[in-house]
């Protein structure tokens, strides 16, 4: 990076942290620590829950993911608008009247203490694991394209996280997610406007758009139905978004006590209720645009020739082995049908421009467009081999190739310092919500379980804070390459335990005479069935949120006539 790139980087971030600090003033006790007194307006609340669900995995991970596999992964966000109604109907007013710290201290009320540490330890499993993976993605994404050093990268952006959530709580997270949100937007647009402005003279967006589309990247609604009939290996079409995505959405929001924690800060119900209501309306097109990024990537390298392999530690690796020359062999013919692509996509937009039609001009460059990934298939399959041992899947640096590559300097030092902000914000809250949980359900129930004052209760949060932000350093330092999207990945994790904690409760809500030992069953039992299914299945897996929370609700009942009796009996 240049010097104006750092001297951007640096100060943004400075900016953030001191803003972080300087809003840390609160009550030095738990509902000053990890809900900020309750005092938050609406427009706190629905940044700060828009800065815990939008990681730097959604801005690295979600262009990337449509260059290669279209706009269809909106689709996974669109039973969320119909989750937040579910939320502010059943969930919010039931949180707020009973005063808690986390979600899970419901469930003892409701069945017993069991109940409540099992929930409350699926969610520190699942959470404290991909806090972990929101460290190390961006980081080992920044290490290859930068060639930083990525353990100094994880120590750094772990660390400095720590300092502000752990000196602010809530309070500092919340406020620190606006202005970080407000970064993250302009320095989007920003790469976005970028690869418009680089086009030729006289192509502007909507004609980048109409190319994406030929190339079948406009696909925004899919239903999943093949020849053979509905797919349920299908990951993104519109029933797995709007079933599957609505449990998911359920769940995260209203049992993942990262969220939960988020709209708990509230002032009021109704503050609470507006700031995930317009969570609902602001998400998807937010996401649309994230995901029409990539699609003008797609275009921008049809007029500009793109790296055969966007992973260009991966090319230098196959060029220093025993499999250069067949390197050189695909880069030649790449560079030729890069050629052919740039004549052939000019063609195309001058018909569009004609108003002629555009069937001959799509079909040849489409054509191309399959040679071209035919060729980088090749080169896949030689990272593949043995002797090379390479990461294959380059989804996850497409965005930020771009933006290493094509943006001036200064640019490239925001969109920099966008990732580490992005990850910020949601690492920041997800070791507020595992501290919170640690704290509430497991430390004062097990571990000090005589009454404490609020100094005291203040001083362990915070301990308990930076307990968990070494653990997801830890675990940053020591994961192994990700396959695939990022994006794809945490969600994946996500959804080996939503299901079941979702599932929990709904028979709390909705089932008032199932008690506490067959919920209990229950959940063990689906949760084990939704880990086998993951292994040995290939179901999409928004499917199993969906799978996890109406086996949980369908086996309680069904239990209970069985335990219940013998229990009266």
């Not at 993911?65 to 939320?87: E, H």
């Not at 200064?410 to 966008?418: C, D, Q, W």
């Not at 109406?550 to 006539?561: K, S, T």
Request: glycine share 10%.
């Amino acid at each position: 990076m240049s010097q104006a790139d750092w001297i951007v980087l640096i100060a943004t971030l400075a900016v953030i942290i001191s803003f972080g600090l300087y809003k840390s003033r609160t009550s030095k006790d738990l509902d000053g620590y990890f809900l900020s007194n309750r005092n938050m307006p609406w427009y706190v609340v629905l940044l700060s829950i828009m800065g815990t669900q939008a990681s730097a995995i959604t801005f690295i991970g979600a262009p990337g993911q449509a260059y290669t596999d279209g706009m269809r992964f909106v689709q996974y966000y669109f039973g969320l608008p119909i989750a937040m109604v579910v939320l502010c109907i059943t969930f919010v007013p039931i949180f707020h009247r009973l005063k808690i710290y986390t979600a899970y201290e419901y469930l003892e009320n409701r069945f017993d203490l069991r109940t409540r540490t099992l929930t409350s330890f699926l969610f520190l499993l699942q959470r404290g694991l991909s806090t972990g993976i929101s460290i190390y993605a961006p980081a080992i994404i920044l290490s290859t394209l930068l060639g930083w050093n990525i353990y100094l990268i994880n120590i750094v952006m772990g660390g400095l996280v720590i300092v502000y959530t752990m000196t602010g709580g809530a309070r500092a997270v919340a406020y620190t997610q606006q202005l970080q949100f407000v970064i993250i937007a302009a320095g989007m647009f920003v790469a976005a406007y970028t690869m418009v402005h680089l086009l030729p003279e006289g192509v502007g967006l909507m004609d980048a758009v109409k190319v994406g589309d030929v190339l079948g990247k406009m696909n925004v609604i899919t239903t999943g139905v093949n020849e053979n009939g509905f797919n349920w290996e299908d990951r993104y079409n519109i029933w797995s978004g709007i079933i599957g995505g609505f449990f998911l959405a359920l769940s995260y929001f209203g049992t993942d006590q990262s969220q939960v924690g988020r709209y708990l800060t509230a002032k009021s119900v109704k503050e609470s209720r507006i700031g995930l209501l317009m969570n609902g309306l602001v998400k998807v097109p937010m996401q649309f645009l994230i995901l029409l990024t990539g699609v003008l990537a797609v275009t921008f390298y049809q007029f500009n020739k793109a790296p055969l392999f966007f992973n260009e530690l991966q090319v230098k690796r196959v060029a220093a082995s025993v499999y250069k020359d067949s390197l050189s062999g695909i880069q030649r013919q790449y560079d030729s049908l890069a050629i052919e692509k740039q004549q052939l996509v000019k063609n195309l937009v001058a018909d569009f421009k004609g108003g002629v039609d555009t069937s001959g001009a799509s079909i040849a460059l489409r054509k191309v467009n399959v040679a071209t990934e035919s060729l980088r298939t090749q080169f896949k399959g030689i990272l593949d081999k043995k002797e090379i041992g390479g990461d294959s899947n380059d989804t996850n640096y497409i965005f930020l190739r771009f933006v290493v590559d094509h943006l001036p300097a200064g640019l490239v030092g925001l969109l920099i310092a966008v990732i580490f902000l992005a990850a910020w914000g949601s690492i920041a809250a997800a070791l507020n919500s595992l501290a919170s949980t640690t704290v509430v359900d497991i430390h004062k129930k097990f571990i000090r379980k005589d009454e404490c004052t609020g100094l005291e209760d203040y001083s362990v949060s915070k301990r308990y804070t930076l307990i968990w932000g070494l653990f997801s350093v830890v675990v940053a330092l020591f994961a192994g390459k990700l396959g695939g999207s990022l994006i794809e990945a945490v969600n994946i994790l996500g959804s080996l335990f939503y299901g079941v904690i979702l599932g929990i409760f709904l028979v709390a809500f909705y089932c008032k005479h199932v008690g506490g030992r067959a919920v209990f069953i229950s959940a063990l039992v689906v949760q084990v069935a939704i880990i086998l299914l993951f292994i040995y299945s290939a179901i999409g897996f928004l499917w199993l949120n969906a799978i996890g929370a109406l086996g949980v609700l369908g086996l309680a009942l069904m239990l209970e006539l069985i335990v219940g009796k013998r229990t009266t009996g």
